[in-house]
């Protein structure tokens, strides 16, 4: 879809530390309106950190933040009324229903309860309405929160691990629930330690390590950034088969398909998890 030229939200060169300990550095990047923008890195690389100074749960040392176009300091009420917000503070109330909490959200935001019953049926807690939040499982947790954020319809979307504790089902309704919201326009910063997740909704990723920004892009050219000068072929007599990209190898590779031999055939570019281990060296 088409995005337009002004960023929804920036950092140009921001830094922050927590005592003597720098947990930020230099952050640079920019988020474009209907992109899903991706922010990998491991346990404690300082994602959480970004979404709460972009939101102003913390305050900067040294940089620049910009949020609808102005700076982070002029953001009104009304800027922060077209976001949503999921993070490990969302807050539900334990001795409420899943569908109190949501119609409570609803008043807050100024909306009614229209939409309530269809984004219940969408999350799978229709049956589950009723129950209080304090006996509800992590996984319902988890996706009550996430309709709370999204109650009042937000131009601006902040998710911070949104699938964390969620099953293979789960997942795959948050990941069909983002496409849709990206598809009208809405904009997404995803915080997540899931390359795969990055990786499926994503339009452009930064990967974050130790504060720093290592390597930002679309997956797919930060994947052929690393790809390896090798193809592997499958083939009916004689095994598995692997060669060069290059012309070298070409005849090889033309006598193999002559012969009816080749079943499968896929060059070795590294999936988002194994580039992020090549650009940090650990684990996440």
Same mark, same amino acid.
């Given at each position: 879809?088409?995005?337009?030229?002004?960023?929804? /939200?920036?950092?140009?060169?921001?830094?922050?530390?927590?005592?003597?300990?720098?947990?930020?550095?230099? /952050?640079?990047?920019?988020?474009?309106?209907?992109?899903?923008?991706?922010?990998?890195?491991?346990?404690?690389?300082?994602?959480?950190?970004?979404?709460?100074?972009?939101?102003?749960?913390?305050?900067?040392?040294?940089?620049?933040?910009?949020?609808?176009?102005?700076?982070? =300091?002029?953001?009104?009420?009304?800027?922060?009324?077209? %976001?949503?917000?999921?993070?490990?503070?969302?807050?539900?109330? *334990?001795?409420? &229903?899943?569908?109190?909490?949501?119609?409570?959200?609803?008043?807050?935001?100024?909306?009614?309860?229209?939409?309530?019953?269809?984004?219940?049926?969408?999350?799978?807690? &229709?049956?589950?309405?009723?129950?209080?939040?304090?006996?509800?499982?992590?996984?319902?947790?988890?996706?009550?929160?996430?309709?709370?954020? +999204?109650?009042?319809?937000?131009?601006? @979307? $902040?998710?911070?691990?949104?699938?964390?504790? /969620?099953?293979?089902?789960?997942?795959?309704?948050?990941?069909?629930? @983002?496409? *849709?919201?990206?598809? !009208?326009?809405? #904009?997404?910063?995803?915080? #997540?330690?899931?390359?795969?997740? !990055?990786?499926?909704?994503?339009?452009? %990723?930064?990967? @974050?390590?130790?504060?720093?920004?290592?390597? =930002?892009?679309?997956?797919?050219?930060?994947? +052929?950034? $690393?790809?390896?000068?090798?193809?592997?072929?499958? #083939?009916?007599?004689?095994?598995?088969?692997?060669?060069?990209?290059?012309?070298?190898?070409?005849?090889?590779?033309?006598?193999?398909? !002559?012969?009816?031999?080749?079943?499968?055939?896929?060059?070795?570019?590294?999936?988002?998890?194994?580039?992020?281990?090549?650009? #940090?060296?650990? =684990?996440?």
């Amino acid at each position: 879809m088409m995005m337009s030229d002004s960023p929804v /939200l920036s950092m140009e060169g921001v830094c922050l530390s927590f005592g003597a300990k720098r947990v930020l550095e230099g /952050l640079t990047f920019s988020v474009a309106r209907g992109e899903c923008f991706g922010f990998l890195g491991s346990s404690g690389a300082g994602k959480t950190t970004t979404i709460k100074l972009l939101t102003r749960q913390l305050k900067k040392d040294a940089g620049r933040i910009a949020l609808f176009g102005r700076p982070i =300091e002029n953001a009104s009420d009304a800027d922060y009324e077209r %976001i949503g917000i999921l993070s490990d503070t969302s807050a539900l109330y *334990e001795r409420m &229903s899943i569908e109190d909490n949501l119609k409570l959200y609803a008043k807050i935001r100024g909306r009614g309860e229209g939409d309530i019953g269809r984004l219940l049926e969408r999350m799978n807690l &229709s049956d589950d309405r009723k129950t209080l939040v304090k006996n509800c499982s992590k996984g319902m947790r988890q996706r009550a929160a996430l309709l709370a954020a +999204l109650i009042h319809s937000p131009e601006l @979307l $902040f998710l911070d691990e949104p699938t964390s504790g /969620l099953d293979p089902a789960a997942r795959a309704e948050v990941h069909r629930m @983002l496409a *849709e919201l990206k598809a !009208a326009g809405t #904009t997404v910063f995803l915080t #997540t330690h899931d390359m795969a997740e !990055a990786d499926a909704v994503c339009d452009r %990723i930064a990967i @974050l390590d130790e504060g720093r920004i290592v390597a =930002e892009g679309v997956p797919a050219s930060l994947k +052929l950034r $690393f790809a390896r000068n090798r193809v592997v072929m499958a #083939t009916r007599t004689r095994g598995m088969v692997t060669t060069t990209k290059d012309a070298a190898a070409a005849d090889e590779v033309r006598e193999l398909f !002559a012969s009816g031999e080749v079943l499968s055939i896929h060059s070795d570019e590294p999936n988002l998890e194994e580039v992020f281990l090549e650009l #940090t060296g650990r =684990e996440f």
